[in-house]
């Protein structure tokens, strides 16, 4: 286990700082633990993509440094290991990102099958700037993922989110909806966190959407920024039920039933004129 697996600090140029992370050893032999860095990106669906230090430009993987890389722990102890924080006196302000990993390294025992484990403590790191303009945190509604005609109930609804600014923020949404027929319902679109210019995707099923009509939905966004305000920023759209297979089943029904009423009206009308 690695704790803790989120570092978030603020550093000057040129300035270091530390941070403390603990390994514990769970398991009930000795584990050789390697410890190195990677730079790491964020999809837009929120997966975590991890390279070779360098790789990102906004990497902070070689900032950081150990006293020791590789080291036992026992079983049942736990290791504190102290990780110093180097920034470049010539560097943007802004966000800087590394991911440190722990992995555990398998036995050499001939005949034994053995599984590496890796732990990744992810560090979120702001440089300052000279001025507070230097840092911006801004987001915006790029589009909303809505249907334009659903044709079964739960239908999904998200938003993508750009970031604008030079920092990480960590979004939240919520989708409001008006119905035709009068009704109100709201949706929870979950949060995540966007690395400077970068996309990310807040989406979810909403269990509650009617059976038929038109639908608005108002999907709202807030983050925190540079101030430590929180903004709010939103954008409507809308868009239809429609349950296809109920229509398909009634066309096909009428097709079948009006072609024989028409042939039983004729019928009867020949029936009546020959009487």
């Known amino acids: 286990m690695v704790w803790p697996t989120w ?24 584990v ?7 730079d790491f990106s964020i999809s837009r ?28 722990i026992a079983p049942g102890e736990s290791r504190e290991v102290e990780v110093s924080i180097s920034a470049p006196t010539e560097v943007e302000p802004g966000g800087h990102y590394a991911a440190l990993f722990f992995e555990s390294v398998p036995s050499s ?38 249907p334009g005609f659903a044709g079964k109930r739960p239908v999904e609804a998200g938003v993508v989110v750009h970031n604008l600014g030079n920092v990480h923020l960590t979004v939240a949404a919520r ?6 027929w ?21 989406k ?7 059976f038929l009509g038109k639908v608005k939905a108002n999907v709202v966004i807030g983050y ?11 954008q409507t759209a809308e868009f239809w039920v429609v349950p296809w297979s109920l229509i398909g089943i009634i066309l096909v029904v009428m097709g079948v039933m009006v072609p024989a009423i028409v042939i039983v009206s004729k019928r009867y009308r020949l029936r009546m004129e020959r009487k």
Not at 32 to 37: E, G, I, K, S
Not at 55 to 70: K, M, N, V
Not at 186 to 200: H, R, S
Not at 224 to 234: A, F, H, P, R
């Open 175 to 180: 989708a409001y909806f008006n119905g035709s």
């Open 7 to 30: 570092v978030e600090l603020t550093v000057n140029r040129g300035e270091q700082a530390g941070k403390m992370i603990n390994v514990q050893n769970q398991g009930s032999e000795p």
């Open 45 to 72: 669906e929120g997966n975590f993509v991890f390279s070779e230090p360098g790789h990102e430009s906004y990497s902070a993987s070689r900032w950081l440094s150990l006293e020791e890389t590789d080291f036992e």
């Open 182 to 202: 009068g009704g109100h319902s709201e949706l929870d679109l979950g949060q995540m966190v966007i690395l400077p210019d970068a996309e990310g995707i807040l």
């Open 224 to 234: 925190l920024d540079q101030k430590g305000e929180l903004v709010n920023k939103s």
């Open 204 to 210: 979810a099923e909403w269990q509650e959407a009617p």
């Open 109 to 146: 025992d001939q005949g034994a099958v053995s599984i590496s484990t890796r732990i990744p403590s992810l560090f979120y790191l702001t440089v300052s700037g000279a001025t507070e303009a230097e840092i911006t945190a801004n987001a915006e509604i790029s589009s909303l993922l809505l």
């Open 32 to 38: 050789r633990v390697m410890a190195y860095t990677r």
